[in-house]
């Protein structure tokens, strides 16, 4: 099964991006671990920049002020996004998303690797991969010569552990550190211009599921029933939620933007922290 798709880019954060990414990344970390709203001037003093700077550098990123972007980030959020954008992903297919249509606000080219190759585990296939600054932390990437095959965030689980979930997916492959061939492709995925590809490895029910989650827009959310319905298998919630969890390719394809029924963010799998940053960031710039 394979499928291209184009759609427009994510706003640029800006120059010196690995410098605001670092700095984003804690300022993000600082709103999550902070019991109270912080102030301006408690935000900026922690990042050890005057106020205004401060301001002018994370509402470039964000696309709202720091103020504004914490009530996003707090944990009733996803609540409201169940309640003010929830989508339905019949008219997404119907409208050819998950094929050969727009889909959400990347250039993105898709294709999945044929039966056969799932079949292999990756034997005979080369993969390289290396770490990078992202504005929500550290990621480690995975890519062959065809595209991105993984992406993981790496505070939560440890770079380690990162790399033996993803390289686990293809116990047959060769892995080779070499950071380079990946960066332009990684940079596109977070706003660097340019275009980033996916090379995916996964079950037929995984690649439908993956395919289900590429119709969700940014600055929305779906339930795992909602995505179970539109693949047609009302029933398989649990197989729904497993694939979601075994999605090799984290923001890119959004696994972040499915919540429970209950509204509450559930598990993901590279930690609850990352996924309320994303969807904090995307429903900031939905609504800027």
């Keep these: 099964m394979d499928g291209n798709a184009e759609t427009g880019g994510t706003a640029d954060p800006g120059a010196g991006a690995g410098y605001h990414y670092q700095l984003v990344r804690r300022a993000i970390a600082e709103i999550d671990a902070a019991e109270t709203p912080l102030s301006l001037d408690e935000l900026a003093a922690r990042m050890h920049m005057?106020?205004?700077?401060?301001?002018?550098?994370?509402?470039?990123?964000?696309?709202?002020?720091?103020?504004?972007?914490?009530?996003?980030?707090?944990?009733?959020?996803?609540?409201t996004l169940l309640r003010e954008r929830f989508t339905t992903l019949d008219a997404a297919h119907a409208a050819g998303l998950s094929g050969g249509g727009r889909l959400h606000d990347l250039f993105l080219r898709w294709e999945a690797m044929r039966?056969?190759?799932?079949?292999?585990?990756?034997?005979?296939?080369?993969?390289?991969?290396?770490?990078?600054?992202?504005?929500?932390?550290?990621?480690?990437?995975?890519?062959?010569?065809?595209?991105?095959?993984?992406?993981?965030?790496?505070?939560?689980?440890?770079?380690?552990?990162?790399?033996?979930?993803?390289?686990?997916?293809?116990?047959?492959?060769?892995?080779?550190?070499?950071?380079?061939?990946?960066?332009?492709?990684?940079?596109?995925?977070?706003?660097?211009g340019g275009r980033a590809a996916l090379h995916v490895l996964g079950a037929p029910f995984q690649i439908k599921v993956w395919e289900a989650l590429l119709a969700v827009p940014s600055g929305h959310v779906t339930t795992y029933a909602e995505i179970a319905r539109a693949i047609g298998s009302p029933r398989a919630v649990r197989a729904v939620g497993a694939a979601v969890g075994r999605n090799p390719v984290g923001w890119l394809i959004p696994c972040h933007r499915v919540i429970a029924g209950s509204g509450k963010l559930a598990g993901y799998h590279w930690g609850l922290p990352v996924k309320r940053a994303i969807l904090a960031w995307e429903s900031a710039r939905a609504e800027a």
């Design 115 to 192: 039966p056969g190759d799932y079949a292999r585990r990756g034997a005979g296939l080369s993969i390289r991969w290396g770490c990078f600054d992202s504005p929500f932390g550290e990621v480690l990437a995975m890519g062959t010569a065809h595209g991105l095959c993984g992406l993981a965030f790496t505070d939560e689980t440890g770079r380690e552990a990162a790399f033996e979930d993803l390289s686990s997916r293809w116990p047959a492959a060769r892995f080779a550190e070499d950071a380079d061939p990946l960066r332009a492709s990684v940079e596109a995925a977070f706003g660097g």
């Design 50 to 79: 005057s106020p205004a700077h401060f301001q002018r550098v994370f509402s470039r990123w964000a696309g709202v002020s720091p103020k504004r972007f914490q009530q996003y980030l707090a944990l009733g959020h996803a609540k």
